[in-house]
C-alpha cells in the first residue's frame, strides 16, 4: 500500500482564527461585555500580533466604539500592536494607562501637528515629480518637511495597514487622539487654540530646525500646571506658537488632515468650537485681511483667528470623504439666523469652496445651495430690519459667485460659454428670490427660472457694451 500517492494536507488553524477573533471582539463590545473581551485579548494579545492588519483592528475598534470603552481595555487593545515599532509619542505612554490623567497641554497636540507636518504634509515647494512620487521614503529637504503626496479622500474604514511611513505617522496620531483619557469637548479645542494662537515667527520662542518655534515649554513631557478643572492648555501657562509664513499654512492642513480622520463626533465639536470663535470675532471680519488667504495674512504679519480658524474649516472640507459632508452644514445653521453681511461674508467663505467638490453630487448640491440662500433671505428679507441699512450693491460679488456657481453645477465643471444651470436649481433660487427685498431681486432676476433671462444674463456678462 502506498502511502505517497497524495501530497500532505497542512491545514493552519492558526491563521483561519486570525479574521475570526476581530468578529468575537467586536460582537462582545457591542453587547457591554467589556470584561469578556478584555479576557480575550489577555490571552490572544500576543496572537494578534501577528495578525496583517492588526493596525487596521486597533484603528476601527477605537473609531467605532469611541467613547464607549472603558480606559482598560483600551490599554489592552493597545498593547495588540508592536510598541516598538510605532511612533508613539513618549508622553503618551507614560499617560495611557492612567483612567485619572488631566488633558495634555497644548504643546501635547502641537508636537502631534509638527509630526504630521514634518512626514505627511508636501512642502509647498515640492515639485510636480517629488508629488507624484508616493513611494515614501522618511527623509526631510532642506525646508525640514518630508517630501510626499497627499493621498485620495477616504473614510478611516476603507484604509488598510500603513504600507508608507508617511501613513504610519498619520494612522499613529489617530490612534493616539482616540486613545486619550479626556472628553472630545477637550481634544477640539486644544487643536482650535493652537490654531488661533498661530502667529507669525518673533525672537522669543525658540527656532526648531522645521521652521516651527514652540514656547519654551518642552514637548517631551506633560506640565502639570493644569487648572483644576482639567481643560487642556492652562491659562497661567498658556501655549504660542511662532511659525514661518510659509509652514503656518501647513500646520493649519495638517491640522484639518487630522481631524478628517477622526470618528463624527469629532467633527459635531469642530463645528461647534468654530462657530463659538467665529461669532466671537464676527466685528473683525470689517477688515479686509481677515478672511484673506492665510499664506499671504502670515506672510503680511495679519493672521487672526476668524482667518485661521476659516482655513482650518477649508482644509478639514478638503480632506473629508464625499459621504462625510452632509454634516457641514451643522456649521452654517449655528452661525444663523445671519443679522449681518459681515456673517453672511463668512458664510459664503466657509461653503464657498465646498461647493465644486459637489457638482457631481446633486441632492447635496442643492440642500448646500439652499443652505446659503436662506443666508441671504436672514440679511436681505422683505420682511427683516436690520439694525444696520445694507445696501444691495454690498453683495454684487456674492451674486456674482451664485450665478457661477449655479452654471458650473450645470456644466458639472468648469463654466462653458454654453454652460445651462438645472431646470429645479433655478426653481430653487427663484423661490429664495421671491422672499427677498425688491433690490435684492433685480440683481438676482437672471437666476429665476424663466430660461430666457439665463441666456440674456450670460449674454450681457459676456458682451458688457
Not at 502639570?224 to 514661518?244: F, M, Q, W
Request: net charge negative; with cysteine; aromatic share 10%.
Amino acid at each position: 500500500m502506498c502511502f505517497y500517492r497524495y501530497p500532505t494536507y497542512f491545514d493552519d488553524i492558526a491563521a483561519r482564527l486570525f479574521p475570526v477573533l476581530p468578529l468575537i471582539l467586536y460582537r462582545l463590545i457591542e453587547n457591554d461585555a467589556t470584561e469578556a473581551a478584555d479576557r480575550i485579548l489577555q490571552l490572544y494579545s500576543s496572537f494578534l500580533h501577528y495578525y496583517p492588519l492588526n493596525f487596521t483592528f486597533v484603528r476601527d475598534i477605537l473609531a467605532y466604539f469611541y467613547g464607549h470603552l472603558p480606559a482598560k481595555l483600551i490599554f489592552r487593545i493597545l498593547n495588540v500592536l508592536d510598541i516598538k515599532k510605532v511612533p508613539f509619542s513618549k508622553l503618551f505612554q507614560e499617560r495611557i494607562n492612567s483612567s485619572e490623567a488631566p488633558c495634555p497641554p497644548l504643546e501635547y497636540f502641537a508636537s502631534l501637528l509638527l509630526k504630521i507636518v514634518n512626514n505627511v504634509i508636501p512642502p509647498l515647494d515640492i515639485s510636480k515629480d517629488e508629488g507624484q512620487n508616493r513611494n515614501y521614503n522618511p527623509t526631510t529637504n532642506q525646508s525640514g518637511s518630508a517630501n510626499n503626496a497627499f493621498e485620495p479622500q477616504k473614510a478611516f474604514y476603507q484604509i488598510q495597514d500603513p504600507g508608507t511611513y508617511t501613513q504610519l505617522v498619520l494612522e499613529t496620531a489617530v490612534i493616539e487622539i482616540l486613545s486619550l483619557p479626556v472628553t472630545t469637548t477637550q481634544i477640539i479645542s486644544a487643536f482650535v487654540q493652537i490654531i488661533v494662537k498661530i502667529v507669525k515667527v518673533q525672537p522669543n520662542p525658540i527656532q526648531s530646525n522645521n521652521g516651527f518655534g514652540i514656547s519654551p515649554s518642552s514637548l517631551d513631557s506633560f506640565s502639570d500646571s493644569n487648572d483644576a478643572s482639567g481643560d487642556c492648555g492652562s491659562k497661567s501657562n498658556p501655549l504660542t506658537i511662532g511659525v514661518d509664513f510659509s509652514n503656518s499654512v501647513l500646520m493649519i492642513q495638517a491640522c484639518g488632515l487630522l481631524l478628517a480622520q477622526l470618528p463624527v463626533e469629532f467633527h459635531i465639536k469642530l463645528y461647534e468650537e468654530a462657530s463659538r470663535v467665529i461669532k466671537d470675532n464676527e466685528s473683525h471680519s470689517v477688515v479686509a485681511y481677515a478672511l484673506l488667504d492665510p499664506t499671504w495674512a502670515a506672510q503680511d504679519n495679519t493672521s487672526t483667528a476668524l482667518g485661521n480658524v476659516v482655513a482650518l474649516i477649508h482644509a478639514f472640507f478638503w480632506n473629508l470623504p464625499q459621504q462625510w459632508l452632509d454634516n457641514t452644514h451643522l456649521l452654517i445653521n449655528q452661525l444663523r439666523p445671519v443679522s449681518s453681511v459681515s456673517m453672511l461674508r463668512i458664510a459664503f467663505r466657509i461653503i464657498g469652496p465646498l461647493l465644486p467638490r459637489l457638482a457631481n453630487a446633486h441632492s447635496l448640491f442643492i440642500k448646500t445651495l439652499e443652505l446659503l440662500l436662506s443666508t441671504m433671505v436672514d440679511v436681505f428679507g422683505k420682511n427683516t430690519k436690520p439694525l444696520i441699512p445694507v445696501e444691495a450693491s454690498d453683495i454684487t460679488d456674492l451674486i456674482d459667485f451664485l450665478h457661477h456657481v449655479v452654471h458650473y453645477e450645470g456644466q458639472g465643471g468648469p463654466v462653458q460659454p454654453n454652460s445651462k444651470p438645472r431646470p429645479d436649481v433655478l426653481a430653487l433660487c427663484g423661490r429664495a428670490i421671491e422672499n427677498m427685498r425688491p433690490d435684492v431681486q433685480h440683481l438676482l432676476f437672471h437666476l429665476k427660472p424663466d430660461i430666457n433671462s439665463i441666456y440674456a444674463a450670460t449674454k450681457n456678462s459676456q458682451n458688457p457694451s
